[in-house]
């Protein structure tokens, strides 16, 4: 690990009020670990583009406030494993289709010593939960993130989707699958987690009446027939 990979996680930790110790030994893994699902594997550049990238979520009331928070497609661990090492009292499940994929999870779980997560080995669609707070990051189009999340959500909930800039098309769409699945948009954040990020958003969605039980729909419908 290099001075200026300790300097980042230092100044994160101190700009979020988090211990990033946890995460450090992620990113070792990570840098070595070939079953990691990511292509950024230095640990100077992950330091933004995975922990910052995951952090600024934090500037979001209904993330520091979620005490159970559904990562969904979870990859490398991105964000769920950034938020359950900044908030400890919440439980974090990492939900994960690819059995590979859960296997590292679990690996990196256990090297960083956070006992607040849980690795789920299945598809979203297939999966239940009464979830607070879903997650998404570089998973899906916006309607079929949404479509993926309403039926977790606790009335109130929120799921929070990280996207680079949208279309118009994807926007209007996202906004009729939301009518359609009981949530609400709340905002769309523009954050810069880092210096030259470039587009970056959060959006933000609140669970605000029911989603019909027609929902979820079987595996791979969401993508195959999008709403919106």
């Known amino acids: 690990m290099t001075q200026v990979f300790h300097v980042k996680l230092r100044e994160l930790g101190a700009r979020f009020g988090v211990n990033t110790e946890p995460l450090v030994r992620v990113l070792q893994l990570q840098a070595d670990d070939p079953a990691a699902s990511t292509t950024v594997r230095d640990p100077e550049l992950?330091?933004?583009?995975?922990?910052?990238?995951?952090?600024?979520?934090?500037?979001?009331?209904?993330?520091?406030?979620?005490?159970?928070?559904?990562?969904?497609?979870?990859?490398?661990?991105?964000?769920g494993l950034a938020l359950?090492?900044?908030?400890?009292?919440?439980?974090?499940?990492?939900?994960?289709?690819?059995?590979?994929?859960?296997?590292?999870?679990q690996r990196a779980?256990?090297?960083?010593?956070?006992?607040?997560?849980?690795?789920?080995?299945?598809?979203?669609?297939?999966?239940?939960?009464?979830?607070?707070?879903?997650?998404?990051?570089?998973?899906?189009?916006?309607?079929?993130v949404l479509e993926y999340a309403a039926p977790l959500l606790v009335d109130g909930g929120h799921v929070v989707a990280w996207k680079a800039?949208?279309?118009?098309?994807?926007?209007?769409?996202?906004a009729a699958a939301s009518q359609e699945l009981g949530l609400a948009l709340v905002e769309i954040r523009r954050v810069e987690p880092y210096a030259g990020a470039g587009d970056r958003t959060l959006h933000v969605f609140r669970k605000a009446g029911p989603t019909p039980p027609r929902f979820p729909r079987r595996p791979g419908m969401a993508v195959k027939r999008p709403l919106g």
């Open 84 to 105: 359950a090492a900044a908030l400890p009292e919440a439980r974090v499940f990492l939900v994960e289709s690819a059995i590979r994929r859960c296997r590292y999870l």
């Open 46 to 79: 992950a330091a933004d583009r995975h922990v910052a990238d995951s952090l600024v979520a934090l500037d979001l009331l209904p993330v520091r406030r979620a005490r159970s928070i559904a990562d969904l497609g979870s990859g490398a661990g991105w964000p």
């Open 165 to 174: 800039a949208i279309g118009p098309e994807e926007s209007a769409a996202a």
């Open 109 to 144: 779980v256990d090297v960083a010593g956070l006992e607040n997560v849980v690795v789920v080995h299945s598809r979203a669609e297939e999966w239940s939960c009464a979830c607070d707070l879903v997650t998404a990051r570089a998973l899906a189009a916006l309607p079929v």
